[in-house]
């Protein structure tokens, strides 16, 4: 179930005329195997079934090798040991099994010591990498979620979709007797029913609205908060689903947003989870590369995944 038959090739630009450091990431990049340690270990999730499931529009399957495209030729400069471990693939519809194969690759990455970075796949990702970090990671008592979503992905559904993996976790951490400690920036008030607001209040799930994150004030206010969550827990979990950020920035989503949370501030607001310390697993969510432009969403995503690649660089170098 995980790596495809054909694994990614990496290749890109070569600047062969220059006599200085060159290096990018297609040259920086190993397979993930049994003697890797630290750094950062890519893991696709050719999955499109979630989405499926909830009635959007398919094509996320295709998102993990675009957005290895994209990543190929970025210059390397404080990034850390790279890997790529390959994808996890969805038989038919057999997304539960894909979700358990996924969770088996991140807590394998983490026991050898590197951060899982999981390239999205539907939101039903999410499912698959809780699950993982909590069998990597035992013993974990306070894991923050920290999700940049125009949705909560909070519906009640007879099975498991794109729409459900934190009302999953939600009902997982109630069975456990865990905290459920979610906190989501960029909800529309558009893009999600009355049921589930009140979900997320019954649930006590901290949020930012997109309009309250258009303005500096309102970007501020939201940091203060994240910031609080973030010296409130023990390890945190970064998810971004692309469709957070505006339609024009990220066309290749199954539900572009009218207003959307600026790549800018996103980054913003990702800067106190990274600078926390204690990122213990990230994904991307929502690449749809069918309904993408210029490969311009799997542009936005790169820059993502890089900015967490290159921080766990610079921390692996200079611990806290
Ligand atoms: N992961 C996305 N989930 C959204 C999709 C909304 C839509 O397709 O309009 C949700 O279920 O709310
Ligand atoms: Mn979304
Ligand atoms: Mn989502």
Redesign the pocket.
């Known amino acids: 179930m995980s790596m495809p038959s054909t694994p990614f090739v990496w290749t890109g630009r070569v600047d062969a005329d220059e006599a200085g450091d060159t290096t990018r990431w297609h040259q920086r990049i190993q397979p993930w195997g049994s003697h890797a340690r630290e750094g950062v270990a890519l893991i696709g999730f050719a999955s499109d079934a979630?989405?499926q499931r909830?009635?959007?529009?398919a094509g996320a399957s295709e998102g993990p090798q675009a957005l290895r495209r994209a990543l190929a030729s970025l210059p390397v400069l404080d990034e850390p040991a790279l890997w790529d471990a390959g994808d996890v693939l969805v038989a038919g519809d057999d997304l539960e099994s894909a979700q358990s194969a996924l969770a088996d690759q991140v807590a394998r990455v983490l026991s050898q010591g590197a951060l899982p970075l999981v390239l999205g796949g539907?939101?039903?990702v999410a499912w698959g990498t809780f699950q993982g970090i909590v069998q990597g990671r035992p013993a974990l008592r306070r894991l923050l979620i920290v999700n940049f979503?125009?949705?909560?992905?909070l519906?009640q559904a007879p099975m498991g979709?794109?729409?459900?993996?934190f009302r999953q976790i939600a009902d997982w951490c109630a069975d456990q007797g865990r905290p459920f400690d979610y906190h989501v920036l960029g909800i529309s008030p558009l893009?999600?029913t009355r049921v589930?607001f009140d979900r997320a209040q019954a649930l006590g799930v901290r949020y930012a609205l997109d309009e309250d994150l258009q303005t500096e004030n309102g970007v501020q206010t939201a940091r203060d908060r994240l910031v609080q969550d973030l010296a409130a827990c023990d390890a945190v979990y970064l998810t971004v689903?692309l469709?957070v950020l505006p339609g024009g920035q990220a066309p290749g989503v199954?539900?572009p947003a009218a207003l959307g949370v600026p790549l800018a501030t996103v980054l913003a607001l990702i800067q106190p989870v990274l600078a926390s310390g204690k990122l213990v697993a990230a994904d991307i969510?929502?690449l749809n590369p069918p309904m993408d432009r210029d490969g311009l969403t799997a542009r936005v995503a790169a820059r993502l995944a890089a900015t967490v690649a290159r921080h766990q660089g610079r921390m692996q170098r200079n611990p806290m």
């Open positions: 979630g989405v909830n009635g959007g529009r539907g939101h039903e979503d125009a949705h909560f992905d519906r979709n794109s729409g459900t993996p893009g999600n589930l689903c469709d199954s539900a969510a929502e």
